[in-house]
Every structure is written in C-alpha cells, then in structure tokens.
C-alpha cells in the first residue's frame, strides 16, 4: 500500500468550539514521507507542527497540539477524516487558533478531502503492527483501551453513559465498513448538566445547537432550559422522548458511541503510523486516547529499531541442517561457522551460528573475558552468503566462494558464550560472472551486532 496525499488544493471555513473564532482551513498536498503537518498563517512562527502524540498539550474536551508559538485545537475531527482516507502527508494550514466544528461531525472534513483527489505516492506505507496484546486503564475515569492482533484497523467503542435517556452503548468499525456512512456524520454531544461548568471554563464559545448533540442525563426543571436558552441566545428550549436538546434528531440510535469511536480514531491518528490491529475502547475520552497512543508509539519504535529482523523459531525444521551444510561448504570445526539454515530463496537467506564456551577462539579472545570476535562474525555470514550464491548456481557440491573484500563494516554489540547469532544475507544484485554482492546483518536477541557489505567470486571447485 502507498502512502498518499491529495491532488488538489483546498479550503472550507467555520468556527472554533471552544474559541468561537472564524478559522479559514486549507488543505494542500505533500511530499510523500513528510507527514501531516499543521501551520498558522496568522502569527508570525511558521513552524511546522506535526501531527505526533508528542506534541499534545491538553486533551479538556478536545485534543490540542503545539510546538512553539504554533498552537491548533481540537484536531481530532480532522484528523480521523485523513486517516479513514489513508493519508499520510498533508500539509494543513489554519488562520486562527481552533480547527472549526463544522456540524459537529467529520462529514465536511470528509467531503473536502475526497473532492482534492487523494492520489498515491511513491513511497510504501509503514504499519504499527499489533502482535500482541497491549492495554491501558485510567483509573480514575475508568476508561480502558486494549489493543489485540489483527490483519486489519478495527475498533470496538464501549460506553455506559449511566443517563435516564442514554445507557449503554457500543458502536463498531471494520475495513469492510464506510467511514463516509457510518462513522463521519456522527456528531460531538455533551450532557446537559455539564453545560453550565463549560461555559464557566470559557470552553464551548461556538457551540451550538446546530453543530453539537445535547443530551440530557436526568429530567429537567423548565429554570434550567430557560438559563441555556439565554446563554445560547435560543428561543425556548425542550428535551425530546430521546433525551435530545436540540430540534434534529439523532443521525444514529447510538450515534455518542459512534463519535466517540471517531474520536478514538482521529487521537491514534497521532501514533503517526496506520495501525493494524483491533482496538476495544471501553468509556475512551481524550485523556485516555492519547495516553494509550504514547504507548503504541512507543511500540512502533522498538518495532523500528528490529525492522529486517528475522523470525527465528529454534523448534522449526531447517531447510540445510549441520550435515546438508557440510556438504556445500569445505569448511570444518574449528571454522565451520553455520550450524542450520533457517530459510534460502533466490535473493535471501537466514542462518544460525549457536556461540558455545567450547569455541576455540575464547581460548585467546579473552580468557576471563570471552567475546565472539568480530572477523569470525564476517567469516560467519560470508559462509552463509556462499550457500545462497552456491544454492543458486544449481550445483550444490560444485562450487567454491572467496572473499574479495568487505565494506561498511560495523560492530555494535558483542556476542558473548550462550548467545544466538541469526545470520541474515541478500543479494544487493544479481549475480554477475560468479560475482556476488551482499547486505549482511547478524542478530543476537532484538540487538544488531554486527553488519557489512560483502563481495564474493563463486569459483567451480576442483575435482
């Protein structure tokens, strides 16, 4: 899958939920591995903020980022739209400090993106991968988020709303599903009750009955409609048989566990990597999101960190055990330096050296201190590159490989007795008049320990 931006410059314009402020969005094109980078083009810092969880700095009501004098809020909306349309490099450029609500949704958002013509780059996407079960809790609001394998980007949003009109509540998104249909129009909500505090906090300036859902929680007094109605500048107010404050009706029956699952999106949207995985998100709140997507990034790191590193299953049956190498490689104790041979294809090949005490190297390479030399790390996979070039003459028992020389050499960890060295070597190109060029890596638990380019000359050996 390639990454992807968009073909056309667009712009759509609102106001801001908790600022009130008109803000004019323009959304442009990228290069293809920069990201999503936010800009103000109303101050004069024109730092480009990234969209990353390590620029978040409040998550009251919304998610907000900032890195210098560059400050967006409530980016969550935005961003679950770009990430349901699978882009990864947009550059998005606002003139005031809030990313407008709209009609409370991701809809326009939405809309906007697919009429700028989202197109492939050149570049492969790289995916948080979930291989193992990874979760938070928050105890003081109860929330938890569990991330589960999966081939694909799936969530699961569980609410209970503990309300006279609204309980419980889940809502559901798989790759099968239409963001467009199913997810974008949901609407932000707040309850009734929370309304006067977030006005007294200086929050919910553009909110109104057009662009949020308000729910009530419990039955209420005609006082307390007449107060809100005042404050929003409405005509009389009423709660509906839906518990609802406003004059339209739900978009969905569970339409707060839909917008809460946009909202879990649009937060671990800011991991910077689309995720395959199965997320289950009980009572999820920004808070919470954003706390569970440090976790997944710093998951994505460590997965960076053994990017090319083979899998190596010690209970799997080789493709070349001890004897079948023997029998392609002149070699003999003490510098046979391959024990199996995991995997070989035409381009790439996996091997295993077990490091023991019995090596006769650690006799001198240091009593008392006993390190895996090096050179014999080279010798190593150049063993291991030979059976991939010899393997692919056709003619296993016919031919000999030398070394011709060795570039890019590097050692980064030692490897000690006890240690499992993963030998991995691939072609850097085809094998030209018996000359073979080739990457190789050595692994010893999660850790590189040593890596080189090696060049080789397969010779037919003599009868």
Known sequence: MKRKTIKNTATLSGVGLHTGASVNVTFKGADAGTGIKFYRSDIEDDTALFADVSNVIATNRGTTLRKGEVEVATVEHLLSAVHSLGIDDLHITLDGPEVPIMDGSAIMFYDTLV???????????????????ITYKDGETGAELIALPSDFFEITTLVDFNSDYLGQQYADFGFDDSFEKDIAPARTFAFLHELELLFDQGLIKGGDLDNAVIIANEKTSTEKLSSLSSKLGKGALKVDEAGVLNTSKLRYANEPAR??????????????????????????????????????????????????????????????????????????????????IMSCTDELIIGVKNVTANEACFQGHFPGNAVFPGVLQMEALAQTGGILAINSMGA??????????????????????????????????????????????????DKIASEGELTAQVVKRSK
């Open 396 to 445: 296993e028992e016919e031919w000999d490989t030398y070394f011709l020389k060795m570039d890019n050499v590097k050692f980064k960890s030692k490897v000690v007795p006890g240690d499992t060295i993963i030998l991995k070597m691939e072609l850097m190109s085809p094998i030209r008049r018996g000359i073979v060029q080739m990457k190789g890596t050595t692994y010893v638990g």
């Open 115 to 133: 009429a700028s013509e989202v197109i492939d780059t050149d570049k492969d996407r790289e995916y948080l991968v979930i291989n193992e079960i």
């Open 259 to 340: 917008h809460k699952l946009l909202d879990v999106i649009g937060d671990l949207s800011l991991v910077g990597h689309p995720i395959k995985g199965r997320i289950v998100a009980t009572k999820p709140g920004h808070k919470a999101n954003i706390e569970f997507a440090k976790i997944l990034k710093k998951h994505w790191q460590a997965q960076r960190k053994l990017k090319g590193r083979p899998s190596y299953d010690p209970t799997a049956t080789p493709v070349f055990n001890t004897e079948q190498v023997q029998a392609m490689l002149p070699h003999r104790y003490p510098f046979l330096m391959i024990d199996k």
